[in-house]
């Protein structure tokens, strides 16, 4: 079946622009995750959504990103003015809730100019 | 929080070798620990899963041990190929049974 996607692959932006990324998760997993992965660095993660449950976004760092989680399914990730210590490859991932055994997408790699 | 090493940034060995990556960590034990395998430009390929109670996991020329005493994860590659050549990166639950927390990786690099 289908893996998780992730578009755009590649987004430049000027700084102090918005940006939203997407993300389709694998069909019927309830997890989903976002993780921020800068050149040659381990992944941190952001934030994190379980089923109907409130997401847990003690990873955001900052008020200018929030993500949304429409109908248990697609995701997005948005960042407001961005800076360019946003630029980093932005990697999405979804999972069955036991185990937890994550999927990656591809990745968005964001430029901030 | 919990502060996860990987023991090196970059290892290289010879092809026909049995590589051996480290995975240390602090505070508390996690119930399970996992290895992830990425290539440049890609995101991660889950590889294996050890759960606390575990002391070993096997897959093919793959092996996870899990030491709670040493608080340590040993990951090996045997008979290594240059295709094994990427980056590791273990992942310990965050103590909340529902996320990950990722260490920063070690980039193997298998050569002839």
């Known amino acids: 079946g289908a893996g998780v996607s992730q578009s755009p692959s590649n987004k430049v932006t000027e700084k102090g622009k918005d940006v939203e990324l997407r993300c389709d998760p694998i069909?019927?997993?309830?997890?989903l995750y976002w993780y921020r992965q800068s050149l040659g660095q381990g992944l941190e993660f952001l934030i994190y959504?379980?089923?109907?449950?409130?997401?847990?976004k003690s990873g955001l760092p900052s008020d200018r990103f929030s993500a949304e989680r429409t109908g248990g399914s697609v995701s997005t990730l948005t960042i407001q003015r961005t800076q360019q210590e946003d630029s980093a490859v932005y990697l999405c991932?979804?999972?069955?809730?036991?185990?937890?055994?994550?999927?990656f997408g591809p990745g968005t790699r964001l430029t901030v100019l | 929080s919990q502060k996860i090493e990987q023991n090196s940034e970059a290892l290289n060995i010879q092809e026909g070798k049995t590589a051996t990556l480290t995975c240390n960590y602090t505070?508390?034990?996690?119930?399970?620990l996992q290895w992830y395998r990425q290539d440049p430009g890609r995101g991660p390929v889950f590889l294996l899963l050890?759960?606390?109670?575990?002391k070993e996991k096997r897959k093919e020329r793959l092996k996870v041990t899990f030491d709670t005493t040493l608080k340590q994860s040993l990951f090996h590659i045997t008979a290594s190929q240059p295709a094994d050549s990427a980056t590791y990166l273990c992942?310990?639950?965050?103590?909340?049974?529902?996320?990950?927390?990722f260490g920063t990786g070690t980039r193997l690099q298998v050569t002839l």
């Open positions: 069909s019927g997993h309830t997890a």
């Open positions: 050890i759960r606390e109670n575990e």
């Open positions: 505070n508390y034990s996690p119930a399970y």
């Open positions: 992942a310990l639950e965050d103590g909340t049974a529902s996320k990950l927390t």
């Open positions: 991932a979804s999972s069955l809730p036991v185990y937890n055994e994550q999927f």
């Open positions: 959504f379980q089923g109907n449950s409130a997401p847990d």
